[in-house]
Antibody, heavy 117, light 108 residues
Framework: EVQLVESGGGLIQPGGSLRLSCAASGFTVSSNYMSWVRQAPGKGLEWVSVIYSGGSTYYADSVKGRFTISRDNSKNTLYLQMNSLRAEDTAVYYC???????????WGQGTLVTVSS | EIVLTQSPATLSLSPGERATLSCRASQSVSSYLAWYQQKPGQAPRLLIYDASNRATGIPARFSGSGSGTDFTLTISSLEPEDFAVYYCQQRSNWPSFTFGQGTRLEIK
């Protein structure tokens, strides 16, 4: 059974930094691509970033230059380093694993990031 | 950027009725479209991928159709647990993925 467990969310002031982690079990983070998607309170889904098996990374324009996706294969963990946080980054952040469908097959439970002074 | 527009925004139906949800893309996405279901307080769940393929464990009452710019998710006979928000998502415009704004399916 695939499990993705996010951690690292919380309340942070504008301009601050936060690192989210996603510990995977039943799935190898380097086997295919993994992604982060966020959902602002009461709003829809927004794709944030992706990392492919070969290590290539891509970002939504809204976070480019501020967020960095990475993984640690030895820990089977995905990360999202978030810098220069803004109020509009407030959201639940979901870790996603892509498997056979090549879409967002497995989702974590989400971790809430609140950017506020 | 490919924009996905879902309609209607809210759909009010009764259990046992047929639900038809629409997703329109601003340019062709071929068949690279998926549908997700999200219930309150839960993460989304993949229902349909590549426009018409059911994901593992998804009941047969869910079906998807379409290609190019127009897509449909059909729920043949609504069960109480089907009332939720549904999102479409494209992966044609690699490496960018976009979602529609969602359709809320509510009990009439």
């Amino acid at each position: 059974e695939v499990q993705l467990v996010e951690s690292g969310g919380g309340l942070i002031q504008p301009g601050g930094s936060l690192r989210l982690s996603c510990a995977a079990s039943g799935f190898t983070v380097s086997s295919n691509y993994m992604s982060w998607v966020r959902q602002a309170p009461g709003k829809g889904l927004e794709w944030v970033s992706v990392i492919y098996s070969g290590g290539s990374t891509y970002y939504a324009d809204s976070v480019k230059g501020r967020f960095t996706i990475s993984r640690d294969n030895s820990k089977n963990t995905l990360y999202l380093q978030m810098n220069s946080l803004r109020a509009e980054d407030t959201a639940v952040y979901y870790c996603i694993a892509v498997a056979g469908s090549e879409y967002f097959d497995y989702w974590g439970q989400g971790t809430l990031v609140t950017v506020s002074s | 950027e490919i924009v996905l527009t879902q309609s209607p925004a809210t759909l009010s139906l009764s259990p046992g009725e047929r639900a038809t949800l629409s997703c329109r893309a601003s340019q062709s996405v071929s068949s690279y479209l998926a549908w997700y279901q999200q219930k309150p307080g839960q993460a989304p769940r993949l229902l349909i991928y590549d426009a018409s393929n059911r994901a593992t464990g998804i009941p047969a009452r869910f079906s998807g159709s379409g290609s190019g710019t127009d897509f449909t998710l059909t729920i043949s006979s609504l069960e109480p647990e089907d009332f939720a928000v549904y999102y479409c998502q494209q992966r044609s415009n690699w490496p960018s993925f976009t979602f529609g704004q969602g359709t809320r399916l509510e009990i009439k």
